[in-house]
């Protein structure tokens, strides 16, 4: 589901998030029009928009944890949750965190990939939200998913900055709603 | 945010005791100083945030700048209290756009730092965060890089410092800001 479907179409501030996100050509690889919001993060009019409406979606849910995806998701991750006075939960590339870990494996294109999450971050029933910069496929939300959930944890929601159309209406991962705030921006807006 | 114990900070402590060791990690003799614990309760979060905001709120800090991956987690609360942009410093390849970059050394062989053109400019202000300082070598290639695009770094700002690792010494001459030691 899209900002714009949930009450906040004509929203001034999905416009200048959406502006302030660059697109670069052809990278990881030809063909992908990346979704650059390191642009976003130079305006902090915009990243605080960002912010302030995910934070007001979210506060009065009873969210106790907010579990960010490395790296991008340590961004966005951290301010919502001091926000709304969660706690913050980082997934993590495999090796990275030290202590008792659990671990789910993912599809990339070409092979797997692995994330992985500390076994002592999450209570049972805690409720959850996941949060990263943007969903495509929804593999790394699908996994981040798997991992609060095998450790007891309900999640809520999954919430990101950017997401393919394809994500509008009722789609749900892993039978979980998910909560996006923009499309893909498109090559001919200037920004920086 | 003095090292003399009377005029500590009272929330320092209350930070101090959420920070996880674990020993030999990632690998043997090394003590590692685990800051997700920190970011488990959210007092302590919020009270490390805020002492590094009431630090910089009055000196006019125009751009922080994060060390992947864990000086995004302290970076951009600090960033946007204070109403400065976020630098992201990356591992190579990461970032999309045209990059300069800056070698440093590891134990063994190199790393790169990388930095977007045109995200900081000549005449900014600029603070650099990261979890921790060991050797100060990344922070030193951090440094160098706001440099050379004409910022001038005003500080560096660590939750935790290993002071015999002299990390201090190799900031090039910029003061840091630390809360916690661990010696």
Not at chain 2, 54 to 60: F, G, M, P
Not at chain 2, 142 to 164: F, M
Request: glycine fraction near 8%.
């Amino acid at each position: 589901m899209f900002a714009v479907e949930n009450g906040l179409q004509g929203d001034p501030r999905l416009q200048a998030i959406s502006d302030a996100i660059r697109v670069i050509p052809h990278f990881p690889k030809t063909g992908i029009m990346f979704q650059d919001i390191t642009t976003l993060l130079l305006d902090p009019v915009a990243f605080k928009h960002v912010v302030d409406i995910f934070v007001d979606r979210y506060k009065h849910m009873n969210i106790s944890l907010v579990a960010g995806v490395e790296a991008r998701g340590f961004i966005f991750g951290p301010p919502i949750a001091l926000a709304i006075g969660a706690k913050f939960v980082p997934l993590r590339k495999p090796g990275k965190l030290p202590g008792r870990v659990i671990s789910e494996e993912y599809e990339l294109e070409y092979g797997n990939d692995r994330l992985e999450m500390s076994v002592e971050a999450v209570k049972s029933h805690e409720r959850a939200l996941v949060i990263d910069d943007l969903v495509a496929t929804g593999g790394t939300l699908s996994a981040s998913i798997n991992l609060l959930e095998r450790a007891g944890a309900e999640v809520v929601e999954c919430a990101c900055v950017v997401g393919l159309p394809k994500f509008k209406g009722h789609c749900k991962l892993k039978g979980k709603p998910l909560y996006v705030l923009v499309e893909p921006s498109q090559l001919d807006e200037v920004t920086f | 945010m003095s090292r003399n114990k009377q005029e500590e900070d009272p929330r320092i402590n209350g930070i101090k005791t959420k920070i996880r060791v674990v020993p030999d990690f990632p690998k043997k003799g090394i003590m590692f100083q685990d800051i997700t614990t920190v970011l488990l309760d959210p007092k302590a979060f919020k009270d490390t945030i805020d002492l590094f905001v009431e630090r910089y709120r009055d000196k006019n800090i125009s751009v922080v700048a994060g060390i992947e991956a864990r000086g995004f987690l302290f970076g951009p609360p600090i960033a946007l209290a204070i109403g400065a942009k976020f630098v992201p410093l990356r591992k190579p390849k990461k970032l999309p756009g045209e990059t300069i970059f800056e070698e440093y050394e590891l134990e063994y062989g190199n790393d790169r730092l990388e930095m977007h053109v045109g995200a900081v400019e000549a005449g900014d202000r600029a603070l650099v965060v990261d979890d921790l300082i060991a050797t100060g070598g990344t922070l030193c290639a951090a440094i160098n890089l706001l440099e050379r695009v004409g910022a001038e770094v005003v500080e560096c700002a660590c939750v935790i410092e290993l002071p015999e690792l002299k990390g201090r010494q190799r900031l090039k001459g910029k003061p840091l800001c630390m809360l916690v030691e661990y010696r």
